[in-house]
């Protein structure tokens, strides 16, 4: 008996029907079974399903002798399921890869409860979407196993049957069925939710909904919508023979008045000349059903269900056209406040602009305000200690304050306050541009102090590369560059690629990267304080796994990497710690398995250390594909890995100033199954590759010396001088006090 049967209801979706059974079927994950029960599809949907039905024996294939719709058709699939779970799969929906095994872990972890919910991805024809709504829910629900009863705000999760595995025999023994008609998911999933005494949650995106552009039963107006009413009656019904149930029906009114009500705002599913009848039906259903004592909700949404029990259909499309009003005078409104606010603060400056600069004054910014971090954050920490006369402010976004240091002043940008300290500062240093709308003074000072040693493309040597700069505006970001006064650089390679990708008018100087001080120094207290606080055990090998964005894919993440393959291939005695590309934080990246993972302890997700260094400095091996975190890295004299699997597209999507598999600081992997034999013969730390980086750090670590930060504070800031970088070339200790194992 397999342990997961998977059902798919196929109609009319020749065209994505390969694609849905290939994200199934290419799981890694084999126990499983495929029930595709062909709805009787007049294309060649059936013909496929039987191609795929010769060729792997976990499919079995149901013809319908007539089209019965998408409810009873997952009822005849579940009349032949044999597994101990059973999950739901529209056909032109995909699973994400390791989906199953996660699921087959989390049911494992929870003792196997009644229903395990897992999020979900939208995917429109131009690319994916964000997080889901219920993102937020599932992270919070964790490890725990729940009922609704006790947590009865899990009944916002999403209203669908393919975002969860049921277990089969509770599935059977409370007799649930899709019902004929639109809507049939709502009954199902409430009433199980209910039902069912062990609930427990998987925060990781395991369907891609595919959101088609036309076609989709569900956004085609028209009478059909008219279903909901049927489906919310039959559920009432059961809930209402159930005194034990009781509890439920006023949660469960207040979803259903919810649904209805979303449903009737949404003009690709009630008409205009249907809503007052939709609108009727509504009302009928409020008198039927509203429980004794049932409270709407605050805001407008309560508003709405309020009107439900006293006024007709003009009070509440009154209400509408009053808020629709209402939205638009407040839009015009705040368009005019902004640029009020935005004239005046222009003004601000200009009028302080008039004023002598402050010579002591120094503003400081990171990754577009967005963290108190990289080369300008140890540039300020150097200053506080040797140059106390010099006032250093941060630039900080409103929802990154949280992350400034307690005693270092910050200011919020666009404030009027932000304006006078730019118009002032002498000083500005920042590792990205300054917004274009700042007008530099004679006189003031800006410190590029870039984001690491370029590997691929930037400035004007994006012109070729359409893809990689979508969304941004070469000419003006050379705009901006025109500003600039000093440029910070690591070595020669640098100097040569800034100079060419941003032709403006600056000197480079060779200081090395303030950030890398520590590294080229070590710190082994601070390295053992780092795993300690990420977990990590103390004679643990650490494999720090630091991948790029992928311009060749819509909102950079690719995983190139099975995280929980290579963690348990790694073994006893190591922990992988995971960093995403910093633009990859907000989305959907972590989604794809990386929190669940973390959330079993199945690796370390590193992504929110605000600090990158600190990880580099409680690492022992480094395995990036592209990052220029590896340039940094080989301060450190540790093995790195470059796992290249896909070089070719990167290339030729993003461009790169040199072949880095030809010129690579240590084994170069092309497949997952290269990666994983480089660690398990420990090839990863051989003789050759201390040969390949030593050669690597020679080029490109030339100017890291470990006083990069005190030289660019000396010799830029206070005007001293200073001798020219000499690398010590000193190698830190390990990063735990210890020679690194090797299995």
């Known amino acids: 008996m397999p342990r997961f049967s998977i059902i798919v209801p196929v109609f009319k979706v020749q065209g994505y029907l390969r694609e849905c059974l290939d994200s199934v079927l290419g799981q890694s994950y084999p126990d499983i079974e495929v029930i595709a029960v062909d709805d009787r599809s007049p294309d060649g949907c059936g013909a496929i399903l039987d191609e795929y039905a010769a060729r792997d024996e976990r499919v079995r294939v149901l013809h319908l002798p007539e089209n019965v719709g998408l409810g009873r058709a997952r009822n005849a699939g579940l009349e032949q399921a044999r597994g101990d779970y059973v999950l739901f799969l529209d056909s032109d929906d995909l699973y994400t890869p390791g989906l199953l095994a996660a699921v087959a872990d989390r049911l494992r972890s929870a003792e196997d409860p009644d229903i395990l919910v897992f999020d979900h991805v939208r995917t429109y024809w131009w690319g994916r979407g964000g997080p889901s709504d219920a993102s937020e829910l599932l992270a919070r629900a964790g490890q725990d196993v729940f009922d609704l009863r006790t947590n009865p705000e899990y009944v916002h999760l999403f209203l669908v049957a393919w975002n969860k595995a049921y277990r089969r025999a509770f599935f059977l023994e409370h007799g649930l069925q899709y019902a004929p008609g639109l809507y049939e998911d709502a009954p199902v999933t409430y009433r199980s939710l209910v039902l069912a005494e062990r609930i427990a949650c998987l925060n990781r995106i395991g369907v891609e909904y595919r959101q088609r552009r036309q076609g989709a039963i569900t956004r085609t107006p028209g009478r059909r919508h008219f279903d909901i009413f049927a489906q919310y009656e039959g559920l009432f019904a059961f809930l209402e023979e159930r005194d034990d149930l009781a509890w439920a029906r006023p949660l469960l009114f207040e979803r259903a008045l919810d649904h209805m009500l979303y449903v009737i705002a949404r003009e690709d599913r009630v008409t205009p000349s249907d809503r007052s009848a939709f609108h009727r039906e509504m009302r009928a259903f409020h008198r039927r059903h509203c429980p004794e004592g049932f409270t709407p909700p605050n805001g407008p949404r309560g508003t709405e269900m309020r009107l439900l029990a006293s006024a007709p259909y003009a009070s509440y499309a009154a209400l509408q056209g009053a808020r629709g009003a209402r939205r638009l005078a407040g839009a015009a409104k705040r368009r005019t406040a902004q640029k009020a606010s935005a004239v005046a603060h222009r003004s601000w400056y200009a009028a302080l602009s008039s004023l002598p600069l402050d010579p002591h004054l120094v503003v400081y910014s990171a990754s577009h305000h967005t963290t108190v971090s990289g080369d300008p954050a140890a540039i300020h920490a150097k200053a506080r200690e040797i140059a106390p006369q010099l006032r250093g402010v941060w630039v900080v976004q409103e929802d990154a304050v949280d992350t400034v240091p307690a005693g270092v002043e910050y200011v919020l940008p666009g404030s009027r306050r932000y304006h006078a300290l730019m118009a002032r500062a002498t000083y500005w240093v920042n590792n990205v541009n300054w917004p274009g709308a700042l007008a530099k003074r004679p006189g003031q000072v800006q410190i590029q102090t870039h984001q690491g040693t370029p590997l691929k493309y930037m400035g004007v040597d994006l012109l070729d590369k359409p893809g990689a700069r979508h969304g941004f505006s070469v000419p003006r970001m050379l705009h901006r560059a025109d500003r600039w006064d000093v440029s910070l650089v690591a070595n020669r390679h640098s100097e040569l690629v800034w100079e060419r990708a941003y032709p403006c008018h600056f000197a480079s100087a060779r200081t090395g990267s303030p950030r890398n001080d520590v590294l080229v120094t070590g710190d082994t207290a601070r390295a053992r304080a780092v795993r300690a606080r990420l977990g990590v055990p103390a004679d643990h090998t650490v494999v720090l796994y630091a991948p790029t964005r992928r311009e060749y894919r819509r909102g950079g993440h690719v995983d190139r990497i099975d995280l929980a393959r290579f963690a348990a291939d790694l073994g006893e005695g190591h922990t992988l710690v995971v960093r995403l590309h910093p633009t990859l934080v907000v989305g959907t990246a972590r989604g794809m ?151």
């Open 593 to 743: 398995g990386l929190a669940d993972l973390h959330g079993r302890g199945v690796l370390v997700d590193a992504t929110d250390e605000p600090h990158v260094e600190d990880l580099m400095l409680a690492s022992d091996v480094l395995v990036t594909d592209y990052s220029a975190l590896m340039f940094d890295y080989a301060n450190l004299d540790r093995p790195i890995v470059i796992h290249a699997d896909d070089w070719g597209a990167y290339a030729a999507s993003r461009g790169a100033y040199f072949d880095i598999t030809a010129e690579a600081p240590g084994h170069v992997s092309r497949s997952y199954r290269e990666l994983a034999w480089l660690f398990a013969s420990g090839t990863w730390r051989d003789e050759e590759s201390a040969g390949l980086r030593a050669a690597f750090r020679e080029r490109f670590c030339e100017f890291d010396d470990g006083r990069a930060a005190e030289r660019v504070v000396r010799t830029l800031l206070l005007g001293e001088r200073m001798p020219e970088p000499v690398s010590s070339r000193a190698i830190p200790a390990p990063s735990n006090g210890r020679t690194p194992s090797v299995r």
